[in-house]
């Protein structure tokens, strides 16, 4: 199964939880592959079976649908608390919908203003219908996400025992929620302002006196939503950096030797987000993103608390040697 496919998944599941409710999710799911299971056996002109010969059958398989079925049962109430904060986040992002919708067609021109004297067209009746609701759902999860880190955080709140995990607990909620915004918002501020003003321009440029540019409008901004959110996304690297050498996981020693693969990653990330393949475009993303991974070596020098069996074993070390 394909990332997509897994994440769509995901989705899946956690609106069923949010809508039929974790005690009858398991059920629902057992029911739906019984049904399934009998259909094949009925064209095999084999017997059906009932559910407790099911989930024998299924436990010998070693299937993990069944593992996943059994897990979901096993936590129950923790899913009932998830689907309390599920509905507070899509409370939250119907409200940003509601208000974003006033201001959609505004939106709209906004992210048409990188691309400057380009001419837009619409292929399709609905088009514009479903331009304007990737808007609305954009900018609604993106004013749902503080309210989204809280729900999150609140929710792995009383899983946490060792006084390291609370400690790394209270950083992340005290100081690294905020800095997630902010390095967020500042991702697509650089993608907006920098990255998108010299990119689409040269994508207007490319027929040159072959072709002249019609862009249809569907297209462009989910391809403008796309880069926008992905350097976004590639902006918390540093945070991301920090939080692992918080757990002890990795040393900034070792983030640091690490420069090249750094920047070989860099550039493979710069290249997926970029579309094009000029080395302006290029590097216009590797710049910020190295600077970035280098202001994460930074912040895991300010954070780092090496693990205690990492910090014994090298004690031992030193006093063999």
């Not at 084999?46 to 010998?60: D, Y």
């Not at 690490?258 to 997926?272: E, L």
């Amino acid at each position: 199964m394909s990332f997509t496919g897994v994440f769509g998944f995901v989705i899946l599941i956690i609106i069923a939880i949010a809508l039929l409710g974790p005690s009858k999710l398991p059920r629902g799911i057992e029911q739906l592959r019984l049904m399934l299971t009998n259909f094949r056996r009925s064209q095999a002109e084999q017997e059906p079976l009932t559910l407790e010969a099911a989930r024998g059958m299924w436990a010998a398989s070693e299937s993990p649908l069944y593992d996943l079925v059994q897990i979901m049962y096993g936590a129950v109430e923790h899913l009932l608390e998830l689907r309390k904060r599920i509905f507070v986040v899509m409370g939250t992002m119907l409200l940003g919908a509601i208000a974003t919708a006033f201001f959609v067609d505004a939106i709209l021109r906004f992210l048409q203003a990188p691309a400057g004297n380009a001419l837009f067209i619409f292929l399709r009746p609905t088009d514009m219908i479903w331009v304007r609701m990737e808007i609305i759902f954009s900018a609604a999860l993106v004013l749902a996400l503080p309210v989204m880190l809280y729900q999150v955080l609140m929710f792995i709140r009383p899983a946490l025992e060792n006084p390291q995990e609370i400690a790394v607990f209270k950083m992340v909620a005290i100081i690294g929620a905020p800095l997630v915004l902010l390095f967020f918002i500042g991702g697509i501020v650089f993608a907006y302002y920098v990255l998108l003003p010299v990119m689409l321009p040269f994508l207007l440029g490319t027929g040159g006196s072959i072709a002249q540019p019609s862009w249809d409008i569907r297209p462009y901004y989910s391809f403008v939503l796309a880069v926008l959110l992905w350097i976004g996304a590639a902006f918390e690297t540093p945070l991301v950096m920090a939080m692992l050498a918080r757990l002890g996981l990795v040393s900034p020693k070792t983030m640091m030797k690490q420069w090249r693969y750094a920047i070989a990653g860099v550039a493979f990330v710069a290249a997926a987000i970029t579309p094009t393949v000029d080395p302006v475009n290029m590097f216009l993303v590797m710049v910020p993103l190295l600077g970035l991974y280098f202001l994460g070596v930074m912040f895991a020098r300010a954070v780092y608390r090496p693990r205690p069996s990492m910090a014994t074993s090298d004690s031992e070390t030193q006093t063999n040697r």
